[in-house]
């Protein structure tokens, strides 16, 4: 029995969930890593959540920390689906808002500067200095060549 109307469309969902489940099958040692480290993500964005003694800055940050996970998981579906631009292009952008948390960190200012474009204008001084990459940083260099390989690939 059709779940609707749209038999073409029941149809679509049931190849999808349909290759999901062969990944599943196929691949259970990454299927529980990417289930497990996606467990533990939910979890940490939830406890954070919770404190309820976020700034507006950190409450922003945790926004921003759950878009990546989202964008994650998301391009981790649609990889296994075999649609790998769309699944990369997702992943960098992840990479991307990561790489901005990392650098907006607790600062209101680089916060300010980060959320205050009504359209995304020239690079000015500012916007410079928000945006980059200080080297020494240890983290903000992984996200960078982590970035640089996704960018390579799409």
């Not at 980060?114 to 020494?136: A, D, G, L």
């Not at 940083?137 to 996704?150: F, P």
Request: proline share 3%; with cysteine; glycine share 6%.
């Amino acid at each position: 029995m059709p779940l609707s109307e749209s038999p073409e469309l029941d149809s679509l969902l049931e190849r999808k969930l349909a290759n999901f489940r062969e990944f599943q099958k196929g691949q259970e040692g990454v299927w529980g890593t990417i289930s497990g480290a996606y467990l533990v993500s939910r979890g940490l964005v939830a406890a954070v959540a919770k404190d309820g003694a976020l700034s507006t800055v950190g409450a922003h940050r945790l926004m921003m920390w759950q878009t990546v996970l989202e964008y994650q998981m998301e391009s981790f579906f649609l990889l296994i689906d075999r649609r790998l631009d769309e699944g990369l292009a997702l992943l960098r952008m992840a990479a991307e808002l990561a790489r901005d948390v990392a650098r907006i960190s607790d600062d209101a200012v680089r916060k300010r500067t980060f959320t205050s474009y009504t359209t995304w204008p020239q690079p000015s001084e500012s916007t410079v200095t928000c945006s980059q990459v200080q080297t020494s940083s240890r983290t903000t260099n992984h996200l960078t060549a982590r970035y640089s390989l996704l960018r390579c690939r799409t």
